[in-house]
């Protein structure tokens, strides 16, 4: 019975060499040039350590919503594309419509000006 899994422990194991090697071979191979730009932390386009009620801009929000809705469209495309054969045309109207939604949504963002940085 365990050697049904040596494959799995053969892939396991290649899988953290490969890993192993590729990340010791970027600390050897790559150039260490440190500057205080490298080395500040960034967070959300401010100093992290200023007056917390400073005010910033809510662009930054605007575009990790709308990160967050693509990437939840591709989470449901998966799925229904795989089984799109079994549940026929209900299942395409049904995405079609939603992937319809999402457009209008962006259409909406892209004309009130939200996808521009000045």
Known sequence: MLENYLPVLVFMVVGVAIGGIMIILGFILSPNRPDSEKLSPYECGF???EDARMKFDVRYYLV???FIIFDLEIAFLFPWAIVLGDIGMFGYWAMAIF???LVIGFIYEWKK???EWE
């Open 47 to 49: 100093e992290a350590f």
């Open 64 to 66: 990790a919503i709308l």
């Open 99 to 101: 992937l319809g939604i």
């Open 113 to 115: 000006g939200a996808l």
